[in-house]
């Protein structure tokens, strides 16, 4: 009777730790099937191109490549010589245009105050008329060309449009640069993100301002964020246009097919001190849904019903 006893509640102590850790494992299959996850993700940010406005043979560097820099800063200084030349010649036109119309207006003036007398014909006002309206033409072209010239010389130093960190930097004094050709690249630090590219599926699940965990590749404290906004459009590879404009769609035939990955664009809530955040690393990133994501999107299924459906 002992041993029998001794049996049973063996076995039952066995029926009770496979029910827990049946239990446990269902918990943690629903954990990982309702929580949208994915390892592809990646550190991302915007990226300037920075080019110079003008051409010309660079003077001075005032960066070296990984410096970071605040907006505003001078980065590259061309020789401002030629300009200031250009500013000089262009403010002597002015000067001479503005003569000019000062003598137009008087004679005008005059040749209007003895208006139909027999002293003046009429064409010898008309001629004075339109030299007047020439010489303001002149005088506004003359201060537009001074303004280029002026803006020009300004543009001879290259500034940083925002705050970021030089890159690629490979430029040196005595090289020639041309203008809208990029000279380096600065990545805007203050753009920084994570995108995940979650399957289609998952899609459902995520919504606008839900948390996010955030995991490096190789670096031990999380970064945590939120869904900043989802993409609207990805691009379909097997369509084309064809030679006739129609629409080319590439037949698929395999069994299975592979879920499309969206981008979720998530904003980093805070950075833990120490962590370097280096454009293109590799993070893998996980939405917590919220109830008030739940209620959004039920909202919006709502609204959906009360649209009309295409197709009927």
Do not use: C
């Not at 705050?163 to 805007?188: Q, R």
């Amino acid at each position: 009777m002992t041993a029998r006893l001794s049996r049973i509640l063996k076995s039952l102590f066995t029926l009770t730790v496979f029910a827990v850790a049946l239990f446990a494992g269902w918990n943690v299959w629903q954990g990982y099937m309702d929580t949208p996850w994915t390892r592809d993700g990646h550190v991302r940010a915007d990226v300037v191109s920075l080019a110079p406005d003008v051409s010309g043979q660079v003077e001075a560097v005032l960066v070296s490549d990984n410096q970071r820099v605040h907006k505003g800063d001078v980065l590259v200084r061309l020789d401002p010589q030629r300009f200031q030349i250009a500013l000089d010649l262009a403010n002597a036109s002015l000067k001479d245009k503005t003569a000019a119309l000062d003598q137009a207006q008087r004679d005008a003036e005059r040749y209007n105050r003895l208006k139909g007398g027999p002293a003046v014909s009429a064409q010898a006002i008309e001629k004075a008329d339109l030299a007047l309206k020439q010489a303001e033409a002149a005088y506004q072209e003359a201060q537009s060309n001074r303004d280029l010239a002026a803006l020009n010389l300004k543009r001879t130093k290259v500034r940083a449009p925002s705050n970021g960190v030089i890159s690629n930097l490979a430029l040196n004094p005595g090289d020639y640069v041309s203008a809208g050709k990029g000279v380096m690249a600065l990545i805007d630090t203050d753009t920084l993100r994570v995108e995940g590219y979650f399957e289609e599926n998952q899609l459902p699940q995520i919504a606008v301002g839900d948390p996010v965990d955030i995991a490096l590749m190789g670096q031990r404290s999380p970064l945590h964020g939120h869904v900043e906004s989802i993409a609207a459009g990805i691009e379909d590879r097997e369509r084309s246009d064809g030679s006739n404009l129609l629409a080319d769609v590439t037949p698929t035939f395999s069994w299975v097919r592979l879920a499309q990955r969206v981008p979720v664009r998530i904003a980093l809530d805070e950075v833990p001190d120490g962590t370097r955040l280096v454009t293109g690393l590799t993070a893998t990133v996980t939405v917590h849904p919220t109830d008030t994501a739940a209620t959004t999107t039920a909202d919006a299924e709502n609204t959906d019903r009360t649209k009309p459906q295409i197709g009927g």
